[in-house]
């Protein structure tokens, strides 16, 4: 995953999900139930490759069906999501582009910031969305897809489904970064500056393995790394490598914060064969 991002759910208050009360495409079946989710996208942003950045206020806000098998989603069992997203005008998208070799990034955080997946559904002739997940605790979790529509700049659809089972409470959010991080059988050193919103902030991560040698990184879906931030306020931004050396484990993303507060990002990076999370909190001012 490599070269994108976005009041109550997003950069700038531009869009308002409403209830949704339909099922998946126009079956009617009594297994699969449409989540509730009332939150609002705003300004989403893009750092492709290379350094050069796209942003664009999302012309209209898009929005995320979401309907689940079986209808009343149980931690740590599977469940299939069935996905559609609609523009502004209540069509539904069906035309995507591949971006990063896939044509929608699905990201799904728990509210609380303390679970986070990365994953890929895929994508039929009419543009409904398909995958198979297990929530590992139960919650209300956030959906973003971030998807291009052919002809189009790159977007992001938000919706939500709750979980049952176990939800323990999340860890309050502590700010880590700048400073050491270890996790997933790294260690890395992040900086960021300046964290302010509104800004130009570059994040950049020197990666060393369990030996403190430089972690050799592999490329990861069109590039060397993916960082992912989502605040305590529902912010979300997406943004892909500006600088990277492989093998000195050196990757810089540029991201730019909507809002001030507390933001919990994900780096991603391929080594050895397997895609590893570096997890960290920020406070931007």
């Known amino acids: 995953m490599k070269p994108l991002i976005m009041k109550p759910l997003i950069m700038k208050p531009l869009i308002t999900l409403g209830i949704v009360s339909t099922t998946f495409g126009c079956t009617s079946e009594p297994k699969e139930n449409v ?11 893009e750092h492709h490759h290379g350094g050069h950045e ?122 880590n970064v700048p400073g050491d991080v270890e996790a997933d059988g790294l260690r890395t050193s992040v900086s960021a500056e ?11 991560f020197a990666l060393a393995d369990e030996n403190d040698g430089s972690a050799q990184l592999e490329p990861f879906m069109g590039a060397l790394g993916h960082l992912m931030f989502v605040s305590a306020a529902g912010e979300y931004v997406h943004v892909h490598p500006v600088l990277e050396d492989a093998t000195a484990g050196k990757v810089e993303f540029e991201a730019h914060f909507p809002e001030p507060g507390l933001y919990k990002g994900w780096g991603q990076f391929k080594q050895d064969g397997q895609v590893r999370v570096i997890p960290f909190v920020v406070d931007v001012r």
């Open 35 to 45: 989540n509730d989710h009332g939150h609002r996208q705003g300004l989403h942003q």
């Open 54 to 175: 796209r942003s664009h206020g999302s012309p209209a806000a898009a929005e995320l069906i979401v309907a689940t098998e079986p209808a009343e989603p149980v931690a740590g069992l599977p469940v299939t999501l069935k996905l559609m997203i609609h523009s502004a005008d209540g069509t539904m998208v069906k035309d995507l582009d591949i971006v990063h070799e896939e044509k929608v990034h699905l990201v799904i955080v728990r509210d609380g910031l303390d679970r986070f997946a990365h994953i890929h559904p895929s994508v039929d002739a009419e543009g409904r969305l398909t995958i198979t997940h297990t929530f590992p605790v139960g919650g209300r979790y956030r959906l973003f897809a971030d998807y291009a529509p052919t002809g189009g700049g790159h977007a992001t659809a938000l919706g939500s489904v709750f979980v049952a089972g176990d939800a323990p409470p999340a860890p309050s959010l502590v700010p």
């Open 194 to 204: 300046p964290l302010k919103a509104g800004q130009a902030t570059r994040v950049a």
